[in-house]
């Protein structure tokens, strides 16, 4: 069930392919530009207040972290792009292992991307999605900090954003509306990650729309 994400912890930071653990099982990663929500989503996911470090410096993250579900299962925190002041030796090596990580990891069973509700759509948002779709893997786009808005901008978003994806993806990409603040969203989220996880016995496997 989608409720055995609330068992991830920590398992380990990788920096380079050689850090990665053993290519085996299932996991799902979480995208997203910096300041989107990414941390506050995967708390929320997982009813973990402190499982992803919620950051007041954006692009903290800078290493693919990841969170064991089971010991089959995992949760992978992609490294934060926008605000991170960084050199741009380690941008391009992010952006090889990145690349190769999408290219290479049989594990990788779909892509969550993050993106903040009132700024949908950026390049970076667009650049992962064209990773998963590449490589044939179903996304699922939360857009996040739902609250800030209300009910019908909420949804006015919602349906331009799903009419775009539908237009560059086909049915590649799902997405919803998501609020950390306010969990709503969270178990329409935790089903598509749990069914990607293999957590839901009853529930479509990777791939389904």
């Given at each position: 069930m989608s409720q055995l994400l609330e068992r991830a912890q920590y398992l380990l930071s990788a920096h380079n392919a050689r850090?990665?653990?053993?290519?085996?099982g299932s996991e799902v990663a979480f995208a997203?530009?910096?300041?989107?929500?990414?941390?506050s989503a995967l708390n929320a996911l997982t009813r973990r207040n402190a499982l992803a470090r919620?950051?007041?410096?954006?692009?903290?993250?800078?290493?693919?972290?990841?969170?064991?579900?089971?010991?089959?299962a995992h949760l992978v925190d992609l490294p934060g792009y926008g605000y991170a002041k960084v050199p741009m030796d380690l941008q391009a090596h992010w952006q090889a292992f990145i690349d190769q990580y999408f290219r290479t990891r049989e594990a990788l069973k779909g892509l969550v991307v993050v993106m903040d509700i009132r700024h949908p759509l950026r390049e970076y948002d667009l650049q992962m999605l064209a990773y998963a779709v590449q490589r044939g893997l179903p996304a699922h786009a939360l857009l996040t900090k739902a609250d800030k808005l209300g009910r019908g901008q909420q949804m006015q978003t919602l349906q331009k954003v799903r009419k775009e994806l539908s237009g560059m993806y086909g049915d590649s990409v799902s997405v919803q509306t998501f609020s950390?603040?306010?969990?709503?969203?969270?178990?329409?989220?935790?089903?598509?990650i749990g069914s990607w996880l293999g957590l839901n016995p009853s529930a479509p496997g990777p791939g389904a729309a």
């Open positions: 850090q990665l653990p053993a290519d085996v997203g530009r910096s300041n989107a929500g990414k941390s919620v950051s007041k410096t954006p692009g903290r993250t800078q290493q693919l972290v990841f969170f064991q579900v089971t010991p089959d950390g603040e306010s969990r709503q969203g969270v178990d329409e989220a935790r089903t598509v």
